[in-house]
Each structure stands twice: as C-alpha cells, then as structure tokens.
C-alpha cells in the first residue's frame, strides 16, 4: 500500500492555486495513513481489550480526530466533480442572444445549409483549421440532428468549440480533474485501509459508520 500511496502523492499535479483547495485537503489526509496504523497497533496492545473491543477503540479514536476530515474530502470530491460536470457542459456550449432575431435567422440558415451539405463539407464547416464560429455556434444550438451531426460528431465539435474560445477554462477543467483522479483513487485505498482495522464485518453497517459515524448496533 505505500508504494500506492507514493505513486498516487507523485502523480499529484504541481502546486497551483487553482486547486488549493483539494491541495490542502490532500496533504491534510495524507498525514493520517501513519497515524491510523498506529492507533490500530495500540489497540490491539492492551491486554484488557478483546479483539471486538479493541477495534472499538480504534473506531473512537479515529472518529474523534480523522474521520471528519476524511468525510470533508470525500464531500468536496463530490462537488467538485459535480461542479466540472457543469463547467464542461458550460464551456461546450455557445451562448446566445435570444432577442437578436435576425442573428437568430441567419444560424437557422446555416444549420439548414449543414444538413443539406455532404458529410465532409458539413465536418469542415465546423471543425476545420479555419471553421467560422458562425458556423459553430449554429451547430450546437439545437439538438445537432438539425444541423445534420451525429451526436458523436457533435461532440467532437464541442471538444473544438472549448478548445478554441475557452482554453484557460478548459484548461482550468482538465487540471481540476487531474487532482480528482488522484484523490478518489486516494480515498478508495484509504477507505479499504480503515475497512481493515475497524472491525466492521458488515458492509452496509461499515459504510453507515465510514459516512456518518454510525455505530453498528449490537447484534
């Protein structure tokens, strides 16, 4: 496991302040994985303590001054991932003036133009080196079967649209992802690690207990 663990703190993206906050909470968790297998050694020393006691302890311990950080970091992996998925379908997408009518007429005009054009010209139309972002915008305003793309196409066009018009965005979006790759991969070990030590044999009572501290009730 730490050479996992080691693999996942290198890989990491650089220090950046876009992602300062997962970061910190990063290096804040990380701290805990030597701690964590300590506690467990020390409950499992005393001689007072049966094995279903001394993991117990171990669940106090841990609650009083691990988990809460622990269950942060997962809540705001969930809404930073939450908060990408927006971003992406916002940085994908052109906005519009729905008032301006006649800008409105001419990219009707231009879808129409799309969907009666071949497959390559439509492609080049709105993916080429020099593709107008007239074209673009009218491709993705509607459902694309209007412009005559296949939904697969369509994202392709998407990808060109954010590449071209929102590169600090986008840039922004894929560096944020990066960090999250690494700290879900970083919680799932850290959560199999804990799963071990607690005692819990019981998977539902276990998730119960990892999530909101609830303590399994006595069978």
Known sequence: MADLLTTLRQRFPKPDHRISDLAGMFETVNTFIPVITAWKKEAASNKNLSEAGASAAYRR?????????????????????????????????????????????????????????????????????????????????????????????????????????????????????EALEVMTAFASIFKEEVRKQAGIRNEPDFDAWYETGAEPEAA
């Open 61 to 177: 311990k841990i609650g009083e001054n691990v988990m809460r950080e622990v269950r942060n970091m997962n809540s705001l992996i969930r809404e930073s991932r939450e908060k990408i998925s927006s971003s992406r379908v916002q940085v994908t997408q052109p906005t519009f003036d729905q008032k301006d009518m006649l800008a409105a007429a001419h990219r009707r005009e231009i879808r129409e133009f799309l969907r009666n054009a071949d497959t390559s010209q439509r492609l080049s139309l709105v993916m080429g080196k020099d593709a107008d972002p007239l074209f673009i915008n009218a491709a993705l305003e509607l459902p694309t079967v209007v412009s005559g793309l296949l939904e697969q196409q369509a994202d392709m066009v998407r990808k060109v649209y954010a590449e071209r018009y929102h590169p600090d965005v986008l840039e922004h979006i894929e560096l944020r992802e």
